[in-house]
């Protein structure tokens, strides 16, 4: 299941991830978090090696759908939809909502369109999902991509903040 795009004339499918795929995604997660922050220091790294597999067995497709480029079975671009159920409002009237993350190609797959025709895939499934809205933090490479895909600035009366304990609890 996914869809379907041309790039220089080759044929270009969008699938959803499995759990089969969770040691390429969790590569792909770090490589995208290391080229998004920098490098990671090594206790960094061995705890998303160590935690981000669970995770993926728990949420892939319950509440997290990761849509994937291959290469000769080699996934090289991907992006993540994470559905939310929150309390209705005039904002998302069914209280469904999703949160795009990790749109991410590989450095030698870049400018083929896939990043584009991923985007338009997961929107495709955003809307079977009935999400009400979807949003997306951008960078500025990305910011054109998604506004061509339909996202707009969130012109909002309210901040974006965020709270950090100062110690995270260890398993």
């Known amino acids: 299941m996914g869809s379907v795009g041309y790039y220089m004339n080759y044929l270009v499918n969008v699938e959803k991830a499995g759990i089969n795929d969770i040691d390429a995604l969790v590569k792909m997660r770090l490589e995208y978090l290391i080229e998004d922050n920098g490098n990671l220091n090594d206790s960094e790294v061995i705890e998303i090696k160590r935690e981000l597999p669970d995770y993926f067995k728990k949420h892939i497709s319950n509440d997290l759908f990761i849509f994937v480029v291959r290469e000769e079975q080699t996934i090289v671009a991907c992006a993540f939809l994470l559905v939310i159920e929150k309390p209705m409002s005039p904002a998302f009237i069914n209280g469904k ?3 795009v993350l990790n749109v ?9 369109g896939y990043a584009r025709l991923i985007m338009e895939t997961l ?6 999902l009935q999400l009400s809205v979807v949003d997306l933090k951008s960078t500025d490479d990305g910011y054109y991509l998604y506004k061509s895909v339909g996202f707009a600035d ?4 309210y901040h974006l903040m965020k709270w950090k304990p100062d110690t995270l ?3």
């Open 97 to 99: 909502t999703g949160t």
């Open 104 to 112: 991410y190609t590989c450095p030698d797959y870049r400018h083929k």
């Open 123 to 128: 929107l495709e499934e955003a809307k079977k």
């Open 154 to 157: 969130d012109n909002s009366k």
């Open 169 to 171: 609890v260890q398993k």
